[in-house]
């Protein structure tokens, strides 16, 4: 009887421990919270379609989205559809970086840039990148450039502003010691100040990088014959519902593997902050 | 005693001149001098130290190290920082070794100097007893740890002034005593003029050959204590009636100058229990 108790004692400090603030929390036990946050959702949906609650035109079946899934890589061509929009977000995604590193590096280092630069960005980001839209398609027309002209519209002014905000962070110690070692001003900015603020600048690019699939699907809808947006735009205009769940779902899936590829990147380029 | 740096009334002024960090500081610090800071908070201590290194410049006077005005941060004046100071994605051998990386300590080199240069980093690495932690990255050390390596990559390049801002202030008490035996020994074994700016007068009489008092609104010197210790320091000093008589007597200057004491009366009100009231 008293191990019983004792027993009971434990499963009760073991659920409590869950809720220590900051706790620690097991591998298994994250992956159970983890499958649980994933699968419920999956599970309400299930029901919620096959419940006959809902018109099945209005709400498909995770069993119809897939088997539309599956005929939309055999007849229509999805392979093409995720490269076209994988590579709009890359090419834009891309362009917007190697300009927004270096124009961020000047404006967080350099005081007249910033005063030049910053301003203007700020203003410029607040202006709703959809709106350019139209725009974009009178100055570049409606091929390839004018979706990634979307995404680099988009992203580039966030981007600029992170990645200056990110290099202001770097601890002035660090660039004051370089000074007293006898540091030029390019050896600041390249051994000390870049090197301490790439973590967080990948940081930043792995955020922007969510936001450039979300211009992406603007730019498609709006402006486009092929790719995953045009894809769910055209969806619903047949009315097929679950091709439109399909391309949502996919897109998520596209965004997710890339934040993973991220991370990953993060946790190899920087080993000393996992080391502890 | 030759002079090694020479200060000649210096003023900092701050905030469009709102604020006087220092007002007509006047010293000379001799060769292989140890001369220890100490003051009431905001008194211009890491103000002046900061202007011999070159990341301030002085409003009105002059800084000379033998004899040349300075103008900037150089190598021959090297600075510990209090924290944060070394370069987390560098292991400990690369953060000490960085000075060799720049540019100009690379002009004119010679394998030898190399040669020489990396016989000195392994040097100093046993010397501050980091051998075990030598590929490991600062932040897998604990502070005494770093604040070690940071005194060895400033010894790198055997400059002739180490500048010290509460460089032990983060530390435990023995790690501390340690330390202070560190850097005792370092700077009879390089020679090194040392300026050490510290809160806690103990250290600053353990040690320092001078300790100079400074005083705060406007920043300034207020006095300067000789030091009556034997050179070769040891702990048990630090119980010597001498000590203790030179830490009152440098108390009592800082608390006077510091224009801050506790009202014992208001106090003493305020705890009164309130069916007094
Ligand atoms: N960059 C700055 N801008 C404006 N005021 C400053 C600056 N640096 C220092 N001061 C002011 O100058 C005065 C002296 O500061 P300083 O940091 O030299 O004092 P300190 O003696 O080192 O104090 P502490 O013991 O707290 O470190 C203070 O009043 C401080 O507020
Ligand atoms: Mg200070």
């Known amino acids: 009887m008293s191990s019983d108790k004792t027993r009971q004692h434990r499963v009760i400090c073991g659920w409590r421990a869950l809720w220590v603030i900051r706790g620690h929390l097991s591998q298994r036990a994250y992956l159970l919270f983890a499958l649980t946050g994933l699968l419920l959702p999956l599970a309400g949906w299930w029901w919620l379609s096959a419940s006959g609650l809902m018109d099945k035109v209005f709400m498909p079946g995770p069993v119809d989205v897939l088997s539309r899934l599956y005929s939309w ?36 280092t350099y005081r007249p840039v910033q005063a030049l630069l910053e301003p203007l960005t700020d203003f410029i980001r607040y202006m709703p990148a959809v709106a350019f839209i139209p725009l974009v398609m009178l100055w570049v027309g409606i091929d390839e450039s004018s979706k990634i002209a979307i995404i680099f519209i988009g992203t580039f002014f966030q981007m600029v502003l992170m990645i200056a905000e990110d290099v202001r962070r770097v601890p002035v110690t660090q660039i004051e010691a370089a000074q007293t070692m006898g540091a030029t001003r390019s050896e600041i900015v390249s051994r000390v100040i870049v090197q301490s603020a790439k973590p967080a600048l990948l940081d930043t690019l792995r955020v922007t990088m969510g936001w450039a699939w979300t211009y992406l699907v603007v730019a498609e809808l709006v402006a486009a014959n092929s790719g995953l947006g045009y894809a769910i735009l055209r969806a619903q205009r047949f009315m097929q519902t679950d091709k439109i769940f399909a391309g949502i779902i996919l897109i998520g899936l596209i965004g997710l593997a890339i934040d993973q590829l991220f991370r990953w990147l993060h946790r190899k380029s920087f080993p000393w902050l996992y080391k502890k | 005693m030759d002079i090694k740096i020479r200060i000649e009334k210096a003023c900092k002024t701050f905030g469009e001149g709102s604020i006087t960090a220092l007002q007509e500081v006047c010293l000379d610090i001799g060769s292989n001098e140890f001369v220890t800071f100490v003051g009431a908070s905001g008194c211009g201590k890491s103000t002046l130290l900061r202007c011999i290194a070159g990341l301030e410049t002085l409003s ?59 016989g000195r980093a392994d040097a100093l690495i046993d010397l501050m007893g980091l051998n075990h932690v030598k590929n490991s990255y600062p932040n897998q050390l604990s502070g005494g740890m770093q604040q070690r390596v940071a005194i060895a990559r400033a010894l790198l390049p055997r400059p002739q002034i180490l500048l010290m801002d509460e460089p032990f202030g983060a530390l435990d008490a023995q790690t501390r005593e340690v330390m202070h035996d560190m850097i005792l020994h370092v700077s009879k074994l390089e020679k090194t003029t040392i300026v050490f700016v510290t809160h806690d007068v103990e250290e600053a009489i353990y040690l320092g050959q001078r300790v100079v008092v400074m005083a705060p609104r406007p920043g300034r010197i207020d006095s300067i204590c000789p030091v009556n210790l034997p050179a070769q320091r040891n702990q048990d000093m630090k119980l010597s009636a001498e000590f203790m008589q030179q830490k009152k007597a440098i108390l009592t200057r800082i608390r006077e100058t510091a224009g801050v004491h506790t009202d014992l009366e208001l106090l003493a009100r305020m705890t009164k229990p309130a069916d007094n009231n």
């Open chain 1, 73 to 108: 890589f055999n007849d229509d061509d999805l392979l093409g559809d995720m490269w076209i929009s994988t590579y709009r977000v890359a090419a834009g995604f891309t362009l917007s970086a190697v300009l927004a590193i270096p124009l961020g590096i000047m404006i967080g």
């Open chain 2, 60 to 118: 009105s006077g002059s800084i000379k190290v033998d004899g040349t005005p300075i103008s900037g941060p150089g190598v021959d004046r090297a600075m510990v920082f209090q924290h944060y100071s070394l370069y987390p994605w560098l292991t400990v051998m690369d953060n000490i070794k960085f000075t060799r990386q720049l540019q100009i300590n690379l002009e004119d080199i010679t394998s030898a100097d190399v040669e020489a240069a990396s």
